[in-house]
Nanobody
Framework: QVQVVESGGGQVQAGGSLKLSCAAS????????MGWYRQAPGKRRELVAT??????KYADSMKGRFTISSDNAKNTVYLQMNSLRPPDPAIYFC????????????WGQGTQVTVSS
C-alpha cells in the first residue's frame, strides 16, 4: 500500500523555525500533486502549500514564511517553516495524489506543531 509519513514536528518558540518532511513509499515522480495541509483544533483542514501543475501555491498567511520543496532521490517532500507564530500550531498533514497507474489520494497521519509564546 502506498503511504506517506510525516516527521519533523515539535514545539518551537514564536519566531522560530521547523522543517517538516514527508517521506513517500514510492517515487514522488508518480504524483501529480504534493503538498501540505494543516488542521487546528476546532477548525477545518486547510491548504498550506502545494506543488501542482508545475507550480507552487501557498496560503496567503504562509507566503514568505513557508517554503515547499522536494528531493526526488529521497522520495521526500519538505516544508520549511520560518517565523512561526501562535496561530500556526496544528497537525500538519502531507498529501500526495496520482492518477497513473493508480488513482491515489494519500494522506499521512500528520505531525504536530506547537508554538510557545
Amino acid at each position: 500500500q502506498v503511504q506517506v509519513v510525516e516527521s519533523g514536528g515539535g514545539q518551537v518558540q514564536a519566531g522560530g523555525s521547523l522543517k517538516l518532511s514527508c517521506a513517500a513509499s514510492i517515487s514522488i515522480s508518480n504524483f501529480y500533486a504534493m503538498g501540505w495541509y494543516r488542521q487546528a483544533p476546532g477548525k477545518r483542514r486547510e491548504l498550506v502549500a502545494t506543488f501542482q501543475g508545475g507550480g507552487t501555491k501557498y496560503a496567503d498567511s504562509m507566503k514568505g514564511r513557508f517554503t515547499i520543496s522536494s528531493d526526488n532521490a529521497k522520495n521526500t517532500v519538505y516544508l520549511q517553516m520560518n517565523s512561526l507564530r501562535p496561530p500556526d500550531p496544528a497537525i500538519y498533514f502531507c498529501n500526495t495524489k496520482a492518477d497513473y497507474p493508480k488513482d491515489l489520494d494519500i494522506w499521512g497521519q500528520g505531525t504536530q506543531v506547537t508554538v510557545s509564546s
